[in-house]
């Protein structure tokens, strides 16, 4: 299974647009998105998407209401999953981090918020964290891609 991962896309609409053919292209089964959509109109941009995308929110993600109507599949955070008998914690904020990471509860973490790459295995956990998605900060885009077989990330640059 291929599980698409993107994070702090921030109303990039242009970059929102470049990940979702990304992911149309490389036929993920799955998007993770690891918060800071900002604003519903966003979804105008993912409902492109040929496959379901689930979030959560972030600390920017202030209209909650509306992007729960528009992202059905939006919680907040943390998100505790199985992901084709991996167990998944999707979060937004990096808040004990390390604790979450050395707990051994989950082998794979998925997080955002910092808008600065980590892709890293820490003993059997696998910790991703794309880098924003929209550009503001850094002036690059990022995403990744999870497969769940090889267990290998793939850091893809919009």
């Known amino acids: 299974m291929q599980i698409g991962i993107i994070t702090d ?37 993912f409902q492109h998407l040929t496959m379901p995308i689930t979030c959560v929110f972030g600390n920017n993600d202030g209209e909650r209401i509306g992007l729960k109507y528009k992202f059905k599949d939006i919680y907040p955070p943390p998100l505790e999953q199985e992901i084709d008998g991996h167990s998944v914690v999707v979060m937004h904020e990096p808040d004990c981090l390390e604790a ?18 980590d892709i890293r295995t820490d003993g059997p956990t696998i910790v991703i964290n794309p880098g924003e998605s ?17 267990m290998q990330v793939e850091h893809i640059e919009i």
């Open 134 to 150: 929209c550009a503001w900060l850094t002036g690059k885009a990022h995403v990744a891609i999870w497969d769940t077989e090889t």
């Open 100 to 117: 979450v990471v050395s707990s051994g509860k989950y082998r794979v973490v998925i997080y955002g918020h910092t808008h600065a790459v």
């Open 9 to 45: 896309s921030h109303d990039n609409r242009e970059r929102i647009h470049a990940a979702v053919e990304i992911f149309n292209q490389r036929k993920v089964d799955r998007v993770i998105h690891a918060g800071d959509l900002v604003a519903p109109f966003t979804m105008d941009e």
